[in-house]
């Protein structure tokens, strides 16, 4: 797994969002965040294939779901997911890592677009998500 840089480790955002409970009970770890973006990776385990053999698209869309609510989430205003929609283009092999990397496309007052990618480590695409968040007007960090 990838090395937390310092000055990322340290932002208030980072540090809330590297704990969200569903994601730490799949083993998905934030490795890298900034405003409008963030990565974070897993390692796919037995106990994460469906009955073909392959990364459960549920695991893949949590993963691509994770790193989208880190990334709206990253400028510390409230941000609440409206409409996303995956597209998955190859299967996840059991004990590979999959990385998935969120980035912002539009950000207005109220609303914010994202593209997300999952690839595993031979950086073979995975999966394509592109969401959208709706922007309250409260803060979550002090």
């Known amino acids: 797994m990838s090395k937390i840089p310092n000055e990322i480790n340290d932002l208030p955002a980072f540090q809330l969002l590297k704990d969200e409970p569903f994601a730490n009970f799949l083993g998905m770890k934030l490795v890298e965040m900034g405003e409008g973006s963030a990565t974070a990776e897993l390692l796919a385990t037995e106990n994460m294939l469906n009955s073909h053999g392959t990364v459960h698209g549920g695991v893949i869309f949590s993963l691509a779901d994770f790193v989208f609510a880190a990334a709206s989430n990253s400028y ?67």
């Not at 609440?80 to 990397?101: D, M, P, Q, W």
């Open 76 to 142: 510390g205003q409230v941000a609440v997911g409206v409409n996303n929609n995956i597209n998955y283009f190859a299967a996840g092999r059991a004990n590979s890592l999959l990385r998935a990397h969120a980035t912002e496309v539009k950000r207005t007052r109220k609303l914010a677009w994202y593209t997300i990618q999952v690839q595993d480590e031979d950086d073979t695409l995975i999966a394509s998500m592109d969401a959208m968040v709706y922007l309250k007007s409260q803060n979550f960090i002090k």
